[in-house]
């Protein structure tokens, strides 16, 4: 199939919010993350563009997907790649109806605009089960490329939601949420479920959300550092809430 220039713009285009919004598509590149979306075809597949011995090494995997399938070069592949270093392939999936699930253990995440630490969290909560994650809709959007990439296949396992602070308060779950001086977290007893609630990088959680909290949580410093990385401590409080 001819790799248009039409089909170049588009692409590409996907590279803004507004587009990905616009279109409900987004952009998986590099072959880890773009199997883990074949394997799980959880997502629709619109487009695959790879490369020629990527696409023979794969042949198997991609059989139910041939006519989706152009093959391009390098240098075309770096026209519509958002990496520094293009790896091999680039595909664009619809984003998902998944419904989101709040029976058990969730994550809240508020006004997270670093999409590293999206992405992170997103795995993160894949790695310790959590099926459901919320986010306040000012949060980056879980499709950002970034995010995509930083969450290497998590989207396949997690349902990915935003969520205002006043619906999050209907949900009626426990919530804990981090913030600076707080209780200490390795002193709560460990809860069957609940939400854990991940404030803003450099602001923290909202204050009306801490208003509202059932465990104001503290993970305690032995050092001399100012804070925490956001994905840092939200796995740090998985471990001790959930692992």
């Known amino acids: 199939m001819e790799f248009s220039n039409s089909i170049k713009k588009y692409v590409r285009s996907l590279h803004l919010r507004k587009n990905r919004q616009k279109y409900d598509k987004f952009i998986a590149e590099g072959p880890k993350v773009c199997t883990e979306f074949l394997i799980y075809k959880t997502y629709e597949i619109e487009y695959i563009f790879a490369l020629p011995e990527w696409i023979e090494h794969n ?14 070069k390098s240098k075309e592949l770096t026209q519509i790649s958002m990496l520094k270093t293009p790896n091999q ?11 989101p699930d709040a029976s058990e253990w969730c994550l809240f995440l508020d006004k997270i605009r670093d999409p590293g630490n999206m992405g992170t969290m997103i ?36 349902r990915l939601s935003e969520l205002t ?15 600076l001086g707080g209780d200490n977290i390795r002193d709560l007893d460990t809860p069957q479920t609940g939400i854990i609630a991940i ?37 740090i409080a998985c471990e001790r809430l959930i692992g």
């Open 123 to 158: 795995r993160i909560a894949d790695w310790y089960g959590i099926t459901s994650v919320f986010a306040t809709p000012d949060s980056v959007d879980y499709y950002n490329p970034k995010v995509v990439q930083g969450a290497m296949g998590s989207h396949n396992r997690v």
């Open 165 to 179: 602070k006043q619906d999050l308060y209907k949900l009626d779950k426990p919530i804990y949420g981090l913030i």
């Open 59 to 72: 042949s198997k995997i991609l059989e139910p997907y041939t006519d989706l399938i152009y093959p391009i």
């Open 89 to 99: 392939v680039l595909m664009v999936l619809s984003t998902s109806q998944m419904l």
């Open 199 to 235: 404030g803003n990088e450099s602001q923290g959680l909202d204050p009306d959300i801490i208003d509202r909290l059932d465990y104001s949580c503290t993970i305690p410093s032995r050092g001399g550092a100012e804070s925490l990385n956001a994905a840092i401590a939200c796995g």
